[in-house]
């Protein structure tokens, strides 16, 4: 497989995740409502030394950073490690470690660890910025 095919798929995968993270964290910032139930979540895991509302506004602000270092494949690692953080408190905080109800966080956990280590290929402001460098 040539590297611009990796880059494709890895420039798709980014865009999806992203995607859905974005959609998530938009719809935690409309709904503050969600504030109790995400920080209820944290501290049901023993994340007890920060306030719920503190606990909403990371974990929507976070989705909405991952979504943009995802989409523009820039800080990539520092994005991933946020979505891995925001989706193990997911599950074992939000759907208690049960697989049927926590699969989606799961498979966002696994696609958050693999562009960690993957990188974010050719198509990214990381890899322009590296080309701009290079001249």
């Given at each position: 497989?040539?590297?611009?095919?990796?880059?494709?798929?890895?420039?798709?995968?980014?865009?999806?995740?992203?995607?859905?993270?974005?959609?998530?964290?938009?719809?935690?910032?409309?709904?503050?409502?969600?504030?109790?139930?995400?920080?209820?979540?944290?501290h049901g895991i023993g994340l007890t030394f920060?306030?719920?509302?503190?606990?909403?506004?990371?974990?929507?602000?976070?989705?909405?950073?991952?979504?943009?270092?995802?989409?523009?494949?820039?800080?990539?690692?520092?994005?991933?490690?946020?979505?891995?953080?925001?989706?193990?408190?997911?599950?074992?905080?939000?759907?208690?470690?049960?697989?049927?109800?926590?699969?989606?966080?799961?498979?966002?956990?696994?696609?958050?660890?693999?562009?960690?280590?993957?990188?974010?290929?050719?198509?990214?402001?990381?890899?322009?910025?590296?080309?701009?460098?290079?001249?």
């Amino acid at each position: 497989m040539t590297c611009c095919k990796k880059s494709i798929g890895l420039l798709i995968i980014r865009i999806g995740f992203g995607a859905f993270f974005l959609m998530g964290g938009i719809t935690k910032l409309m709904n503050p409502e969600m504030a109790d139930m995400i920080g209820g979540a944290a501290h049901g895991i023993g994340l007890t030394f920060l306030p719920t509302n503190v606990w909403f506004w990371l974990a929507a602000g976070g989705e909405v950073l991952a979504w943009l270092t995802f989409l523009l494949g820039i800080f990539l690692p520092l994005g991933s490690l946020l979505a891995v953080i925001i989706m193990l408190v997911a599950f074992f905080g939000a759907h208690n470690g049960n697989m049927q109800e926590g699969m989606s966080a799961l498979a966002f956990l696994i696609a958050s660890l693999g562009l960690w280590f993957a990188g974010p290929g050719k198509y990214s402001l990381k890899a322009l910025c590296c080309k701009w460098n290079n001249n």
